[in-house]
């Protein structure tokens, strides 16, 4: 079975940082793609920034390019954001998530396996 763990967020003033980390363990064999994404008080879900198994293709929301940083050690199963100049309206609960999703990389719904969340809270 796949866990998915969050860590990293928290409270922080705008124009500061933060580095989210996330920890999937019980992958099996395949090509795993894994994302971030975030959900703000009354927002839907919406992805934030993913990246594709052999880490050819990235994706990041309009709102976060040049920002925000995806990476992943794949030896380790683990995955990060740098989150820079941070601005009050990226406050919400932030969400990793795995799953063999392939071209579909921005679907929410292809992602099978979720972390509880990690708070990311951004005062102005």
């Known amino acids: 079975q796949v866990q998915v763990q969050e860590s990293g967020g928290g409270l922080v003033q705008a124009g500061g940082s933060l580095r989210l980390s996330c920890t999937a363990s019980g992958l099996t064999d395949g090509d795993y793609d894994m994302g971030w994404f975030r959900q703000g008080a009354g927002k839907a879900r919406e992805g934030v920034s993913c990246?594709?198994?052999?880490?050819?293709?990235?994706f990041y929301h309009a709102n976060v390019k040049g920002r925000f940083t995806i990476s992943q050690d794949r030896a380790r199963n683990m995955l990060y954001l740098q989150m820079n100049r941070l601005k009050p309206e990226d406050t919400a609960m932030y969400y990793c998530a795995t799953g063999m999703v392939g071209d579909r990389i921005l679907e929410i719904s292809e992602y099978t396996s979720w972390g509880q969340g990690t708070q990311v809270t951004v005062s102005s």
């Open positions: 990246i594709s198994a052999n880490g050819a293709i990235t």
